[in-house]
């Protein structure tokens, strides 16, 4: 065969080219998320180019007005009818600007002001080598108890990358809920992960435990986020698209184009059924659901307190979020499949969480189960399918995040000689030593419990009444009586601080910098008012309860 019979056919097969079109992005509705991404790329060069000693004030400097100027943006979004009137698909399909999007990451963005304003602390400790001490480790490559260590300890070092790794957590935790394709929610899911991995390393105490919290995290983390993948190729295979509409359409039938190449295999009900569970897996992972729980107690142990409270709180919000997108917008047409397993994890997951935390000696371990029931409890509003099941579970949500950050917050608080005495003994008799901090401590753990008056009983209503209305009134008789079991850990707790004597050589409650107070104050009091006049955030959840698609 000549050369110029070859170029002939290979000339003969090549299909023309047509224009690649240019994409078309929406940059005032990504406002919020690309002003995080800035702030966390200018913190980057801020560790490159600034002096160390100027590194702490201009990092959380910076983080603070990003977060901000963020959630300015989400406010400005949302008065000019973003949630409500003018919803839409931004970015080339890929974010959806909706009610639930604005009110998630207007929650985000709050609950991540206040947990960048406990990592900036630095009063706990008594100062090392004259240099004050943060919660971080003062050089995250030493090896724990190394001499390289001790010098960057005597050397005054601080690890200030912490803030622009929390930035760019915080800009893929605003991604996620409003993800509206399964490509961008995996890509937002290791943006927001890989960062919370190194955070959780980096405690400046009890650093082994520290390093094993964020291997066990980062290995756990990996498996869900092979789960999360495998089931998003499964569900390209059955819907031959990533995107939430073009799968919803042809789950319920409604689809009119076929692509030939996957004609075979569209619409094949294994695809559908085995991709849906493990992208759910994946998601209830994140959510620290029973069985997917796993890695909470021990990552909660071990990770810095500060962290450790960002994570309960903020991560929770954006994957809640996701979880609702997934089930109420590509999903509706699988309910009857979808509900009884979510029944079924909803109710070992509320009982679960409270009979475990009964056992537990470590006050961090404690929080982490409770917030494996709250996991439950917030999944009954999910189960409600309906839009007082959406708002229900955006107000909880809100109430929640707060809470949990400043009950972490308090727990920084009470210290011994090794750093934060965490073990419930050391708490006995802390109403005596230190009333406010304790009486501040027990006003978060009546909210957890869901007292009336709290923050917590106005969730916790409103997500049982939305699952009541939505025919799940079983699920709501197990979780009051999961609310039962965990109300008495929780009083356990307060009669431990209040109606027992001080050990003699007990731990001391140190005095915070003005963040901390700060963050503590707001907690308490978002805490009260949303359990003394709920009706308004209420309201402003129920307006952003409409998903697009």
């Not at 142990?301 to 994570?311: D, H, L, S, W």
């Amino acid at each position: 065969m000549s050369t110029t019979s070859v170029h002939t056919l290979w000339t003969t097969a090549a299909e023309p080219l047509g224009k690649i079109p240019a994409p078309d992005i929406e940059y005032g509705q990504l406002a919020p998320v690309l002003i995080v991404v800035g702030a966390a790329l200018v913190g980057l060069l801020f560790e490159a180019f600034l002096p160390r000693k100027a590194r702490y004030h201009a990092q959380i400097g910076l983080a603070l007005i990003a977060l901000i100027a963020s959630f300015a943006a989400v406010i400005a979004l949302a008065e000019g009818g973003y949630g409500t009137t003018k919803v839409n698909i931004a970015a080339m399909g890929a974010l959806a600007i909706d009610g639930p999007t604005l009110f998630l990451q207007g929650t985000i963005l709050l609950a991540s002001v206040v947990a960048v304003m406990t990592f900036a602390e630095r009063r706990l400790d008594p100062k090392a080598h004259g240099y004050e001490i943060d919660p971080f480790a003062a050089q995250a490559a030493a090896v724990p108890g190394s001499d390289s260590e001790k010098a960057a300890v005597k050397a005054g070092f601080t690890t200030t990358e912490v803030y622009p790794l929390a930035l760019f957590a915080i800009a893929g935790l605003l991604v996620f809920p409003a993800a509206n394709d399964l490509l961008t929610l995996f890509i937002a899911l290791e943006v927001f992960s890989l960062p919370l991995y190194l955070l959780c390393a980096l405690a400046r105490r009890k650093r082994l435990m520290s390093q094993e919290a964020a291997v066990k995290y980062f290995l756990l983390g990996a498996f869900s986020s092979a789960f999360l993948l495998f089931g998003i190729a499964l569900l390209y295979g059955y819907a031959g698209s990533v995107s939430y509409a073009r799968i919803a359409e042809v789950v319920d039938g409604s689809v009119r184009t076929v692509d030939p190449a996957l004609a075979a295999t569209m619409g094949n009900d294994a695809l559908l059924l085995i991709g849906a569970a493990l992208i759910l897996v994946g998601l209830l992972f994140k959510v620290g659901a029973v069985p997917f729980h796993m890695w909470t107690p021990d990552v909660y142990q071990g990770a810095p307190t500060p962290v450790t409270g960002f994570m309960a709180a903020a991560t929770k919000v954006a994957a809640f979020g996701a979880l609702m997108r997934l089930l109420y917008v590509v999903l509706p047409g699988l309910s009857w499949d979808w509900r009884p397993v979510m029944w079924a994890v909803a109710i070992v997951t509320m009982l679960g969480g409270a009979i475990v935390a009964i056992t537990q000696t470590d006050m961090k371990r404690l929080l982490a189960y409770s917030s494996i029931a709250h996991a439950g409890f917030i999944l009954a509003g999910v189960i409600a399918t309906s839009e007082k099941g959406v708002s229900s579970v955006l107000f909880y949500l809100g109430a929640y995040s707060f809470v949990t950050i400043g009950a972490f917050a308090v727990v920084t608080l009470v210290r011994d000689a090794g750093g934060e005495a965490t073990h419930l003994s050391q708490w006995a008799g802390l109403g005596r030593r230190s009333p406010l901090v304790a009486a501040v401590f027990a006003v978060f753990l009546l909210a957890f419990a869901g007292i009336p008056l709290t923050s917590g009983f106005s969730g916790k209503f409103a997500v049982f009444s939305a699952a009541a209305e939505g025919g799940a009134g079983g699920l709501v008789v197990v979780g009051v009586i999961a609310s039962a079991i965990a109300a008495f850990f929780y009083i356990r707790v307060i009669v431990l601080m209040f109606f027992q004597e001080p050990q003699a050589d007990g731990p001391t409650v140190a005095v915070p910098s003005g963040m901390t107070m700060a963050a503590i104050g707001l907690g308490v009091v978002v805490t009260v008012v949303l359990g003394v006049a709920p009706q308004y955030f209420l309201d402003l959840a129920g307006q952003a309860g409409t998903f697009v698609r």
